[in-house]
Nanobody
Framework: QVQLVESGGGLVHPGGSLRLSCEASGIIFSTKNMGWYRQAPGKQREFIAIITSGGITNYADSVKGRFTISRDNAKNTVYLQMDSLTPEDTAVYYC???????WGQGTQVTVSS
């Protein structure tokens, strides 16, 4: 059974940083492409970033240059480093095991002064 557990969300001031983590179990993590998505209130879930099993990354234009996705296969964990946060980044952030289609439960990120 695939399980993804996100952590690291919270309240941060504009211009601040957070690092999200997503620990996976029940999959051969190193072989999976992993993604981060977010859903703001009243909006559809949107793609943020992806990292392939080979370490290739891609980002949504809205976060390019501010967010960094990475992975540690030894820890079965994918990370999302978020810098220069703005109130528009407020959302619930989800990780996804792309090939399996499995989602985590989400972690809330709130950017507010």
């Amino acid at each position: 059974q695939v399980q993804l557990v996100e952590s690291g969300g919270g309240l941060v001031h504009p211009g601040g940083s957070l690092r999200l983590s997503c620990e996976a179990s029940g999959i051969i993590f190193s072989t999976k492409n992993m993604g981060w998505y977010r859903q703001a209130p009243g909006k559809q879930r949107e793609f943020i970033a992806i990292i392939t099993s080979g370490g290739i990354t891609n980002y949504a234009d809205s976060v390019k240059g501010r967010f960094t996705i990475s992975r540690d296969n030894a820890k079965n964990t994918v990370y999302l480093q978020m810098d220069s946060l703005t109130p528009e980044d407020t959302a619930v952030y989800y990780c996804k095991a792309i090939q399996n289609g499995a989602w985590g439960q989400g972690t809330q990120v709130t950017v507010s002064s």
